[in-house]
T-cell receptor, first 113, second 110 residues
Framework: DTGVSQDPRHKITKRGQNVTFRCDPI?????LYWYRQTLGQGPEFLTY????????KSRLLSDRFSAERPKGSFSTLEIQRTEQGDSAMYLC???????????FGPGTRLTVT | GENVEQHPSTLSVQEGDSAVIKCTYS??????FPWYKQELGKRPQLIID???NVGEKKDQRIAVTLNKTAKHFSLHITETQPEDSAVYFC?????????WGAGTKLIIKP
C-alpha cells in the first residue's frame, strides 16, 4: 500500500496518560499535516511539516501536544496528560510541494476515559 | 485570514437527481479549491479540485465551477447514486494551509 498510513488505528487511554501516534506519509511527499476531527465537524488543522521542519502550529495546539518529523519521513504526534476533551479522530495527511492536494491516512481514533 | 463558508449543511435529493453544494471564500489570494468526500468512519478523499485560472472542471458525474469575482465555487453531482451519500467538504488554500468549510451531509433517497 503506497498511501498514507497511521498507527494505531484505535487508542483507548485513561485521563492523565500520555499517548503517541505515528504517521507514515506517501514516500515522495515532503509535506505532512496533522488534523483533529470530532464527530460532525470538519478537520481542524493542528500542525504541518515541510521535510523535517515544523513550519506552523495552530493556536489551538496546547503545550500538551508535540509533533516531530525527525528525518523528514514519518511523523509522531504526542499528547501528554490526556484529557477527555482530547477524544477525537487524529488524521494525518501528506502532499507534494502543492499543498492543496493532500491525501489522508485512515486516522487514529483516540478515546480518553 | 481566509474564511470558507459552505451551504447547505444537509442536502437530501432523490436518487438520479442532481445535487449542488456551494462555498464562498474571503481571501482573494486563494488560488486552489479542492473538494473532499468523507464517508462515515472513513478518511476524507479528494474527489475533484480546481485552480483559479480555470472556471470549470468536470470528471464524469462530478463538476466544479469557480467564480473568482464573486469568490464562490460549487460542486455539482449529476445522476446521484446511493454511493454518493457522504459528507462533502470544500476547502481553499491560504498561506499554504487548507481552510475547510463546515461540510455538507448529502443524503440520497431511494
Amino acid at each position: 500500500d503506497t498511501g498514507v498510513s497511521q498507527d494505531p488505528r484505535h487508542k483507548i487511554t485513561k485521563r492523565g496518560q500520555n499517548v503517541t501516534f505515528r504517521c507514515d506519509p506517501i514516500s515522495e511527499h515532503n509535506r505532512l499535516y496533522w488534523y483533529r476531527q470530532t464527530l460532525g465537524q470538519g478537520p481542524e488543522f493542528l500542525t504541518y511539516f515541510q521535510n523535517e521542519a515544523q513550519l506552523e502550529k495552530s493556536r489551538l495546539l496546547s503545550d500538551r501536544f508535540s509533533a516531530e518529523r525527525p528525518k523528514g519521513s514519518f511523523s509522531t504526534l504526542e499528547i501528554q496528560r490526556t484529557e477527555q476533551g482530547d477524544s477525537a479522530m487524529y488524521l494525518c495527511a501528506s502532499s507534494s510541494y502543492d499543498p492543496g492536494q493532500q491525501y489522508f491516512g485512515p486516522g487514529t481514533r483516540l478515546t480518553v476515559t | 485570514g481566509e474564511n470558507v463558508e459552505q451551504h447547505p449543511s444537509t442536502l437530501s435529493v432523490q436518487e438520479g437527481d442532481s445535487a449542488v453544494i456551494k462555498c464562498t471564500y474571503s481571501d482573494s489570494a486563494s488560488n486552489y479549491f479542492p473538494w473532499y468526500k468523507q464517508e462515515l468512519g472513513k478518511r476524507p478523499q479528494l474527489i475533484i479540485d480546481i485552480r483559479s485560472n480555470v472556471g470549470e472542471k468536470k470528471d464524469q458525474r462530478i463538476a466544479v465551477t469557480l467564480n473568482k469575482t464573486a469568490k464562490h465555487f460549487s460542486l455539482h453531482i449529476t445522476e446521484t447514486q446511493p454511493e454518493d451519500s457522504a459528507v462533502y467538504f470544500c476547502a481553499a488554500i491560504s498561506n499554504y494551509q487548507l481552510i475547510w468549510g463546515a461540510g455538507t451531509k448529502l443524503i440520497i433517497k431511494p
